[in-house]
């Protein structure tokens, strides 16, 4: 995690280097995640991959001779919560988000983020949607539910072809999208 916050942050330079943000004497950054509720898991590993991020980036001079300072944004994975957060980093004109884990809330937010032009950057939300609405402001660093049930589809069937098999899911957004993608005729049994 540290390591792809590194990259985060160094695609950060590049779009201070366009606005207005780059005068500050620190440059606010954010994460935002589900720093409570029942995913807080995920959302510490996010604040300890970008303090450990910040902080080497910071001793090896900052980006763009600024030090960054980072805020965090607590979503609980709820998408009214996140909604909320989103506007509040936009009004507060932090740059870079790297958020949200979940795609129930990333995508939600990623509107008040385009609105308050934040780049944002999620590492856990896997949603197709999130990035096929051709927001100028989203990214992924994972893959999506439709590439990522298919490599699980194409395994099974490959290693289990002779086996009798049920997919299961938990009616989360993300259990969903991976139970019901709809299989192409590579993986379809024959």
Not at 17 to 22: K, N, R
């Amino acid at each position: 995690m540290k390591f792809a916050l590194r990259g985060y942050f160094l695609a950060l330079g590049a779009s201070l280097a366009l606005s207005g943000a780059a005068m500050a004497q620190d440059i606010s950054v954010a994460v935002v995640g589900p720093m409570t509720g029942s995913e807080a898991s995920f959302g510490q590993q996010f604040k300890n991959g970008a303090d450990l991020a910040i902080a080497d980036i910071n001793a090896a001079g900052g980006v763009l001779g600024k030090k960054l300072k980072l805020e965090v944004g607590d979503d609980a994975c709820d998408p009214k919560q996140a909604v909320s957060v989103a506007e509040k980093m936009a009004s507060a004109k932090i740059p870079f988000v790297v958020g949200h884990f979940c795609s129930s809330t990333s995508i939600p937010a990623s509107d008040a983020y385009a609105e308050g032009n934040v780049l944002q950057i999620t590492p856990g939300s896997t949603n197709p949607l999130f990035t096929e609405r051709g927001l100028w402001n989203t990214f992924r660093v994972c893959g999506r539910d439709d590439q990522q049930g298919m490599v699980a589809a194409a395994y099974i069937i490959k290693n289990y072809k002779t086996k009798n098999i049920a997919i299961i899911h938990d009616k989360t957004t993300y259990g969903k999208g991976l139970a019901t993608k709809p299989r192409t005729p590579s993986t379809r049994r024959a």
